[in-house]
């Protein structure tokens, strides 16, 4: 079954997280053979968001809001075989630690 894991951190960088946490971490899913995809999101700052209107009016914003207090970061979708899989393997993702955590979520099967 297939699953995203969607990594938030706080809206501040944390050392206690490093490239090489990261690297280890994305070579254990690659060597497991459980990746289907995954990304690492740029910069909150790039951030632009749309909103349509009840007349069907588009309203773009850019950048992050000044309440932001965690950052989608990245994700990762998993094929793996149940839930309780799903959740060993976003204990051991590093974005769930250090205050950011990490939101497992089924990919819906439409049959498709």
Do not use: N, Q
């Not at 990304?39 to 909103?51: C, I, K, Q, R």
């Not at 209107?53 to 970061?73: I, K, M, Y």
């Not at 990762?76 to 990490?102: E, F, K, Q, T």
């Amino acid at each position: 079954m297939k699953y995203m894991l969607l990594i938030h951190s706080g809206a501040t960088t944390d050392p206690a997280c490093g490239v090489e946490d990261w690297m280890a971490y994305d070579k254990a899913v690659r060597e497991a053979g459980i990746r289907v995809s995954s990304e690492s999101l740029a910069d909150l700052t790039t951030a632009t968001t749309v909103t349509v209107g009840p007349s069907g009016e588009r309203t773009v914003t850019d950048g992050p809001f000044a309440e932001t207090r965690e950052v989608l970061g990245g994700y990762y979708v998993i094929d793996v075989p149940d839930l309780d899989v799903a959740l060993d393997w976003a204990a051991r993702c590093p974005g769930a630690r250090g205050g950011g955590s990490v939101v497992v979520r089924p990919v819906a099967d439409f049959g498709l």
